[in-house]
């Protein structure tokens, strides 16, 4: 009996949360799509805006499942309280901890879908889309487009001046320090690539060394150079934090503190989107406290007048918490995880005060 119900709780929140989070997925990418038409130029059109924001809505999904899981939780619960069927559930013998663990099912489901989009298909998607506009806002699509940067290798500093999608740098300089962070040397190559091993092809190379005794310049047709920057460290440390994976976030936090660089910003958001994913499951558990109070007579415009009440004010204290966080030098997993304890504490003391 009790699967019975199990499936009846999972079939009405999901059902509910589904069609909460297409009405807001498309409100968010109308929003995004008239944003990026004030952005057309060049090779830059609409169609490419319209593939653009269709490339953005899996991340923006990911974004909104703790609002939307609570909204559609309130909504689904809310229309099965008003018609008595939660009253029936418990007059079978189930309790409002059997009811609990039974939605909280609902929001596990909710928390492996999120998870996967998030790290399997947001942020390759949400990259692709960023390059994909930047070159035809650029009006270059035959490889010379790209960005330069700064990266740090050890004693070595890289300075490139075109990074691409493919890898392709151009003019590349190299600046090596010694122990004591002493000049030792620096190099120029006209062209710079990445090939498969992820060993670094400088062309046209010329090295400037700085000895006790004089200057010394080598200078080499080809040099092929292992650099501790590869490919997927490169792409991270010209990435959005959002185009990253957590694995991505991962990797590329263990780089930056290998190099005592600040990575604050990266650490932050890894430990928000944990912390956001794991409150989706939080947000079914929250959403049948309140059907057992006043909105199990109220209408669907009070549920979701809630929801949306309690959703915004999670998203905004999270969205601020993270970014004081970087600003004051707080600790980040600490900023990123407590609204999420909070709203645990809160649908806990919710749930004791059901009858």
């Not at 079978?92 to 879908?113: E, F, I, K, Q």
């Not at 080499?220 to 490919?231: D, K, L, Y």
């Not at 929250?286 to 199990?296: D, E, I, K, T």
């Not at 905004?316 to 918490?321: I, K, P």
Request: overall charge neutral; aromatic content about 10%; charged content about 15%.
């Amino acid at each position: 009996m009790n699967t019975i119900f199990g499936q009846y709780l999972l079939r009405a929140i999901l059902t509910s949360t589904a069609l909460v989070l297409v009405v807001l997925l498309a409100l968010a990418g109308l929003i995004e799509f008239i944003a990026q038409l004030e952005d057309i130029r060049n090779d830059y059109d609409t169609p490419q805006a319209i593939l653009y924001t269709a490339l953005r809505l899996p991340g923006l999904a990911f974004e909104m499942l703790p609002v939307s899981a609570l909204i559609g939780s309130l909504l689904g619960l809310g229309a099965l309280a008003a018609k008595s069927e939660i009253v029936v559930m418990r007059s079978a013998g189930l309790s409002v901890r059997g009811l609990a663990g039974m939605v909280a099912w609902a929001g596990l489901v909710m928390l492996v879908v999120a998870a996967l989009v998030g790290e399997f298909i947001g942020p390759p998607l949400d990259y692709y889309a960023r390059n994909m506009r930047a070159e035809a806002r650029s009006g270059q699509a035959d490889g010379r487009f790209g960005n330069e940067t700064w990266v740090k290798d050890g004693p070595v500093y890289l300075h490139l001046q075109r990074v691409n999608p493919e890898f392709e740098f151009g003019s590349l300089y190299v600046f090596r320090f010694d122990a004591e962070n002493r000049l030792d040397a620096i190099a120029k190559a006209e062209n710079a690539g990445i090939d498969g091993d992820d060993n670094w092809r400088l062309e046209n190379f010329r090295e400037t060394q700085f000895r006790d005794d004089g200057v010394q310049v080598i200078t080499r047709p080809v040099a092929i150079e292992s650099f501790g920057v590869n490919t997927e460290m490169l792409g991270s440390a010209m990435a959005r934090t959002s185009s990253l994976s957590a694995r991505g976030l991962v990797s590329f936090i263990g780089y930056l503190e290998r190099n005592n660089l600040d990575a604050r910003a990266y650490t932050t958001e890894l430990w928000y989107r944990i912390a956001r994913t794991v409150s989706i499951m939080i947000m079914p558990v929250l959403a049948l406290a309140f059907v057992f109070g006043s909105l199990r007579s109220g209408g669907a415009g009070s549920r979701l007048v809630i929801g949306v009440v309690i959703g915004l004010a999670y998203y905004l204290a999270s969205e601020t918490l993270a970014n004081s966080g970087q600003v004051f030098n707080l600790n980040p997993a600490l900023v990123a995880w407590l609204p999420t304890i909070v709203l645990l504490v809160v649908t806990m003391l919710a749930l004791t005060r059901v009858r």
